[in-house]
Structure formats: structure tokens, C-alpha cells
């Protein structure tokens, strides 16, 4: 497992997606919209909010309150 975790990069929402092994956070994700999913995975990747809104043409405020309704803390 470490090996694969280690080989693996997740690049899209559906790399993302394929990786979750956890049955409730999957089923979590696949309630998120798509636009919510690209933010979390840019979010993993290092990306700041600022950086964020330009790439999936939101506001930051809008990013905060997407990230601020979803069912976990980010």
C-alpha cells in the first residue's frame, strides 16, 4: 500500500476519486459538485485560495463558503 501511495499522483477529480478507499468519504465526494471537487484537489495539491479562484473562475469569498458547506473541515 505504501508503494502504490507513493507511485500514485493524483493530477484529476478523477484520480481523486479512484484513490478514495474510504466507502463515506466517497460517497461524501460523489454528493459535491464537480466545480467543489476541483477546488479540494487543487487545495491537496498546494494551492492557495487566491490561486484557486482565477483557475475555476470563482471568487475567493465563493471558494470559502464552498469549502465552509461541506460535510468535513478542509
Same mark, same amino acid.
Given at each position: 500500500m505504501a508503494d502504490r501511495e507513493?507511485?500514485?499522483e493524483?493530477?484529476?477529480?478523477?484520480?481523486? %476519486?479512484?484513490e478514495v478507499e474510504d466507502? &463515506? !468519504?466517497y460517497?461524501? %465526494?460523489?454528493?459535491v459538485d464537480r466545480c &467543489? !471537487?476541483?477546488?479540494i484537489l487543487l487545495k491537496m495539491q498546494g494551492y492557495s485560495t487566491k490561486e484557486i479562484a482565477p483557475?475555476?473562475?470563482?471568487t475567493t469569498g465563493a471558494i470559502y463558503a464552498r469549502l465552509d458547506h461541506?460535510?468535513?473541515?478542509f
Amino acid at each position: 500500500m505504501a508503494d502504490r501511495e507513493q507511485n500514485t499522483e493524483v493530477k484529476t477529480v478523477t484520480d481523486l %476519486l479512484d484513490e478514495v478507499e474510504d466507502e &463515506t !468519504l466517497y460517497r461524501a %465526494l460523489l454528493m459535491v459538485d464537480r466545480c &467543489t !471537487l476541483q477546488i479540494i484537489l487543487l487545495k491537496m495539491q498546494g494551492y492557495s485560495t487566491k490561486e484557486i479562484a482565477p483557475l475555476v473562475g470563482l471568487t475567493t469569498g465563493a471558494i470559502y463558503a464552498r469549502l465552509d458547506h461541506l460535510p468535513w473541515s478542509f
